[in-house]
């Protein structure tokens, strides 16, 4: 399995950006067993009943694992009497980036946070620790590293996991309305649509009302789907592409469209919640969502059969692929009074055995580091493997998107899905916000 993960990895990273780099320069490779040991629960110095009491402050965005995370804390603090860990979570649909903001300008700066890199590794620059000599550095894989390294080659965060995303199906209702082969392209997906309304299946479980679901994953496909998704990207701050008259943003409006037309009632009010509890309960047969809802879906329906599709823009062969990249990192502020438990914490995370386990069995996550099996995958961590073995994956671009970009684009979405503005106009939207952040 370890040699399958790091096949995964190499193929991931060729489909990442091709601007971005991994940390080649200090792997500390080293590092002795003994010194591993050590930074994930043992202390040469002395014992943790010596050592002066301290408190963490975790802050972070991932709803889903919010509870599970809290356990995992709790046999960390058991195991280090000496630490405290305060958790505090603030994601699904508020703004965790205007949260951590707000933090750090009233003063009360988090130990450890959540970064997403490239151009927010670049905004935080001057707050992060330097992460690269921590030994699970040595265990990393390419594309764990390449969002939070730096221009210099110095590593400021862990990568908290990898996912992939697309249309979830229900596997057992596609047979009912008569599907059996997985739709591939735009055309198949259209018609399985209609023939899913034609058994009185509803298609679609649409979460319009939630801004990042599709001013952020869904608006990505476009992006990532170009030839050249960092030239496109960069050229729209140069001014040499445009949204308006481009292929791949054109044919989006038929992506929006079926989703709308076949979708569930009332998408601009529904949020994740609603969203993944339509499909869940078997209310409609795809969801436009990752795999981090697989811990909810299987709490709402242990038997649920279910794996991915693309949200495809054509019938290219090439539209056949979900987009896989590491989702957010964490990070550790410099200027900690506790910055070497900070790091501990970190390291106990993917090198203790309680740690693993917690990071695949109980949030089911993909790991991103070689040491880690990628035991406990759910359907849908088993399905973005398959696409990433098969070297049919896309890459997450909205990291290198002007800052605030996503949530004016998902605004726009929504003007147009409400029949306030046409597509041409959702487009020259699209242009302007761009113009006016980058």
């Given at each position: 399995m370890k040699r399958l993960l790091l096949m995964v990895a190499l193929l991931l990273?060729?489909?990442?950006?091709?601007a971005c780099s991994s940390n080649d320069s200090d792997s500390d490779s080293g590092k002795d067993d003994a010194s591993e040991e050590t930074g994930a629960g043992g202390d040469a110095a002395g014992t943790d009943s010596e050592k002066e009491a301290v408190t963490l402050n975790f802050f972070q965005f991932k709803v889903e694992i919010a509870d599970q995370l809290r356990e995992m804390l709790d046999e960390f603090e058991a195991e280090h009497p000496h630490i405290k860990v305060n958790l505090e979570t603030v994601g699904g649909g508020a703004d965790y980036g205007a949260a951590l903001r707000a933090k750090f300008a009233s003063g009360e700066r988090p130990d450890i946070f959540n970064n997403g890199g490239f151009n927010e590794l670049d905004l935080w620059l001057e707050h992060l620790a330097d992460l690269s000599n921590e030994p699970w550095v040595e265990h990393l894989l390419p594309i764990g590293a390449a969002p939070m390294t730096a221009e210099d080659g110095i590593l400021y965060g862990m990568p908290v996991n990898l996912e992939g995303y697309g249309f979830i199906y229900n596997i057992d209702l596609f047979e009912q309305a008569g599907i059996t082969e997985p739709p591939a392209t735009l055309t198949e997906l259209l018609a399985a649509a209609e023939k899913l309304e034609e058994n009185g299946i509803t298609a679609f479980s649409a979460g319009y009302g939630e801004w990042w679901v599709i001013g952020q994953h869904l608006l990505n496909i476009p992006f990532a789907q170009q030839e050249d998704p960092v030239t496109f990207i960069e050229g729209l701050s140069e001014g040499t592409t445009s949204f308006i008259g481009n292929p791949r943003f054109e044919e989006f409006q038929q992506v929006i469209d079926m989703e709308i037309n076949y979708g569930n009632a009332n998408p601009l009010t529904t949020d994740y919640n609603a969203q993944v509890t339509q499909f869940a309960s078997g209310q409609?047969?795809?969801?436009?969502?990752?795999?981090?809802t697989e811990n909810m879906i299987y709490e709402i329906n242990p038997d649920i059969n279910?794996?991915?599709?693309?949200?495809?823009?054509?019938?290219?062969?090439?539209?056949?692929?979900?987009p896989v990249g590491v989702p957010n990192n964490w990070a550790v502020y410099k200027d900690s009074e506790h910055l070497e438990?900070?790091?501990?914490?970190?390291?106990?995370?993917?090198?203790?055995?309680?740690?693993k386990r917690y990071l695949t069995e109980e949030f089911a996550f993909i790991p991103a580091f070689?040491?880690?099996?990628?035991?406990g995958l759910g359907a849908l961590g088993e399905s973005i493997l398959e696409y990433s073995v098969e070297e049919k994956t896309i890459p997450w671009t909205w990291f290198r998107w002007p800052d605030g970009a996503n949530q004016d684009f998902a605004a726009a979405i929504q003007e147009y899905v409400a029949g306030q503005i046409d597509y041409d106009e959702l487009l020259e939207n699209f242009q302007s916000t761009w113009d006016n952040l980058k």
């Amino acid at each position: 399995m370890k040699r399958l993960l790091l096949m995964v990895a190499l193929l991931l990273f060729v489909g990442v950006f091709a601007a971005c780099s991994s940390n080649d320069s200090d792997s500390d490779s080293g590092k002795d067993d003994a010194s591993e040991e050590t930074g994930a629960g043992g202390d040469a110095a002395g014992t943790d009943s010596e050592k002066e009491a301290v408190t963490l402050n975790f802050f972070q965005f991932k709803v889903e694992i919010a509870d599970q995370l809290r356990e995992m804390l709790d046999e960390f603090e058991a195991e280090h009497p000496h630490i405290k860990v305060n958790l505090e979570t603030v994601g699904g649909g508020a703004d965790y980036g205007a949260a951590l903001r707000a933090k750090f300008a009233s003063g009360e700066r988090p130990d450890i946070f959540n970064n997403g890199g490239f151009n927010e590794l670049d905004l935080w620059l001057e707050h992060l620790a330097d992460l690269s000599n921590e030994p699970w550095v040595e265990h990393l894989l390419p594309i764990g590293a390449a969002p939070m390294t730096a221009e210099d080659g110095i590593l400021y965060g862990m990568p908290v996991n990898l996912e992939g995303y697309g249309f979830i199906y229900n596997i057992d209702l596609f047979e009912q309305a008569g599907i059996t082969e997985p739709p591939a392209t735009l055309t198949e997906l259209l018609a399985a649509a209609e023939k899913l309304e034609e058994n009185g299946i509803t298609a679609f479980s649409a979460g319009y009302g939630e801004w990042w679901v599709i001013g952020q994953h869904l608006l990505n496909i476009p992006f990532a789907q170009q030839e050249d998704p960092v030239t496109f990207i960069e050229g729209l701050s140069e001014g040499t592409t445009s949204f308006i008259g481009n292929p791949r943003f054109e044919e989006f409006q038929q992506v929006i469209d079926m989703e709308i037309n076949y979708g569930n009632a009332n998408p601009l009010t529904t949020d994740y919640n609603a969203q993944v509890t339509q499909f869940a309960s078997g209310q409609t047969a795809m969801l436009q969502q990752g795999n981090w809802t697989e811990n909810m879906i299987y709490e709402i329906n242990p038997d649920i059969n279910m794996a991915f599709l693309p949200i495809p823009l054509n019938d290219d062969a090439g539209a056949n692929r979900i987009p896989v990249g590491v989702p957010n990192n964490w990070a550790v502020y410099k200027d900690s009074e506790h910055l070497e438990e900070a790091k501990l914490l970190l390291n106990w995370m993917v090198s203790s055995d309680t740690g693993k386990r917690y990071l695949t069995e109980e949030f089911a996550f993909i790991p991103a580091f070689d040491n880690i099996e990628p035991t406990g995958l759910g359907a849908l961590g088993e399905s973005i493997l398959e696409y990433s073995v098969e070297e049919k994956t896309i890459p997450w671009t909205w990291f290198r998107w002007p800052d605030g970009a996503n949530q004016d684009f998902a605004a726009a979405i929504q003007e147009y899905v409400a029949g306030q503005i046409d597509y041409d106009e959702l487009l020259e939207n699209f242009q302007s916000t761009w113009d006016n952040l980058k």
